[in-house]
């Protein structure tokens, strides 16, 4: 179940500023990718254009796009 997670819990399991995952996210709601629920907790709209950008994503060269991957898996209830 992909109950979301808000921009602040984000940025600690990805590693980058609270204020950078926050511009992040604003840009992916504006895209429909994710969208901003009541209470501030962002949740996953389009989990195949996800997946796709993980996919792609060559492990290990981007400990960012790793934190995401492992941060959607939890979300998403697909965890390793």
């Known amino acids: ?3 979301g997670a808000r921009s602040g819990e984000v940025a600690k399991k990805v590693g980058i500023s609270p204020s950078t995952a926050s511009h992040h996210l ?3 709601t504006r895209e429909g990718i994710v969208s901003k629920r009541e209470g501030g907790f962002f949740v996953i709209n389009e989990p195949e254009r996800v997946a ?3 996919i792609v994503h060559r492990p290990g060269e981007d400990d960012i ?3 995401f991957e492992s941060l959607w ?3 998403s209830g697909n965890s390793k």
Request: aromatic share 0%; hydrophobic share 40%.
């Open 52 to 54: 796709n950008l993980v």
């Open 1 to 3: 179940v992909n109950d």
């Open 65 to 67: 796009v790793d934190s």
């Open 26 to 28: 604003t840009r992916l």
């Open 73 to 75: 898996e939890e979300l």
